[in-house]
């Protein structure tokens, strides 16, 4: 029996927690995916992740139920991105990675393929200076996880082109996500306000007004944040928000975006968040 047709071919660089998740959505919703990253074991690893994160996702009614799962490839060769009609970048959250891997695929991609990165708070239109195409390229911002957020940050970078974002947004609509542009700059909208907020609750914690569970219980029960300021961080990975918030500092000048000692502490002791099993909470175990 011939295989039917898929309307898109998607690859995803990078097998880490945003890499897999957004590999998970995808392929929930029937996408092909080819998962691409240097480390063998980290590729390797990452099947086991996402096969635990469908079977959630599928639980939880977060995901169609009803079609075949998106086939995956994953490799450690980063021409395997030759067929796919979209790219997500996916990488860590520094720019010299970031912008080495994006100008590695635009050398194997034709013209005109969409070029996905995946930041939170680096511009789009300085990653697009290291492309010769930086019409091809616009920047997705994937709440953590993705295949249980629906609303998904779009940046329009001053160079996007309009066939770049037409791809971008009928991605996301394909994959049950509400696409919202916003305009470029550090931090995007959601970065440059959450993110100068928990380093802000981080500093509370670090100055020993209050404990971690009050913040927290604090901001959910008087201004309606569903998870927290602390567990938020502990979701994004305290590694991503220091990062995050060093790309603000940088491009600001905005002093509350400097990292505050306790959370570079933290991330020194490798206690980054939920992914590693321990950050401001202890999780017992690293997330799947």
Same mark, same amino acid.
């Given at each position: 029996?011939?295989?039917? #047709?898929?309307?898109?071919?998607?690859?995803?660089?990078?097998?880490?927690?945003?890499?897999?998740?957004?590999?998970?959505? @995808?392929?929930?919703?029937?996408?092909?995916?080819?998962?691409?990253?240097?480390?063998?074991?980290? @590729? #390797?690893?990452?099947?086991?992740?996402?096969?635990?994160?469908?079977?959630?996702?599928?639980?939880?009614?977060?995901?169609?139920?009803?079609?075949?799962?998106?086939?995956?490839?994953?490799?450690?060769?980063?021409?395997?991105?030759?067929?796919?009609?979209?790219?997500?970048?996916?990488?860590?959250?520094?720019?010299?990675?970031?912008?080495?891997?994006?100008?590695?695929?635009?050398?194997?991609?034709?013209?005109?393929?969409?070029?996905?990165?995946?930041?939170?708070?680096?511009?789009?239109?300085?990653?697009?200076?290291?492309?010769?195409?930086? @019409?091809?390229?616009?920047?997705?911002?994937?709440?953590?996880?993705?295949?249980?957020?629906?609303?998904?940050?779009?940046?329009?970078?001053?160079?996007?082109?309009? !066939?770049?974002?037409?791809?971008?947004?009928?991605?996301?609509?394909?994959?049950?996500?509400?696409?919202?542009?916003?305009?470029?700059?550090?931090?995007?909208?959601?970065? !440059?306000?959450?993110?100068?907020?928990?380093?802000?609750?981080?500093?509370?914690?670090?100055?020993?007004?209050?404990?971690?569970?009050?913040?927290?219980?604090?901001? #959910?029960?008087?201004?309606?944040?569903?998870?927290?300021?602390? /567990?938020?961080?502990?979701?994004?990975?305290?590694?991503?928000?220091?990062?995050?918030?060093?790309?603000?500092?940088?491009?600001?000048?905005?002093?509350?975006?400097?990292?505050?000692?306790?959370?570079?502490?933290?991330?020194?002791?490798? +206690?980054?968040?939920?992914?590693?099993? /321990?950050?401001?909470? +202890?999780?017992?175990?690293?997330?799947?």
């Amino acid at each position: 029996m011939k295989k039917p #047709q898929v309307p898109w071919r998607l690859a995803v660089l990078g097998a880490g927690v945003m890499g897999s998740s957004i590999t998970t959505l @995808a392929m929930a919703h029937g996408i092909p995916v080819t998962l691409i990253d240097v480390e063998r074991g980290k @590729a #390797q690893r990452a099947r086991e992740q996402i096969s635990e994160q469908l079977r959630m996702a599928q639980l939880m009614n977060a995901v169609p139920t009803h079609r075949p799962t998106g086939e995956l490839t994953t490799t450690t060769m980063p021409e395997a991105v030759a067929g796919a009609d979209v790219v997500i970048e996916a990488v860590t959250e520094l720019f010299d990675i970031k912008t080495k891997v994006l100008a590695e695929v635009c050398a194997v991609v034709p013209a005109g393929t969409a070029l996905i990165s995946n930041t939170s708070s680096i511009p789009i239109d300085e990653l697009a200076d290291a492309l010769p195409r930086p @019409a091809d390229l616009a920047g997705v911002h994937f709440m953590n996880p993705p295949y249980l957020i629906p609303m998904v940050e779009v940046v329009r970078g001053p160079r996007s082109g309009a !066939r770049t974002m037409d791809a971008v947004t009928s991605l996301l609509t394909a994959l049950g996500r509400q696409p919202v542009v916003v305009g470029d700059g550090p931090g995007f909208v959601t970065s !440059r306000i959450l993110h100068r907020m928990i380093n802000d609750a981080v500093r509370i914690v670090e100055e020993g007004r209050a404990t971690v569970d009050a913040v927290d219980i604090l901001m #959910q029960g008087c201004l309606g944040h569903r998870t927290g300021p602390l /567990r938020t961080a502990d979701l994004i990975g305290l590694d991503n928000l220091a990062d995050s918030l060093r790309v603000l500092h940088e491009r600001t000048g905005d002093e509350g975006c400097r990292p505050c000692a306790l959370l570079l502490d933290k991330v020194v002791r490798g +206690d980054h968040g939920r992914k590693s099993g /321990r950050g401001f909470y +202890d999780y017992g175990e690293a997330m799947p």
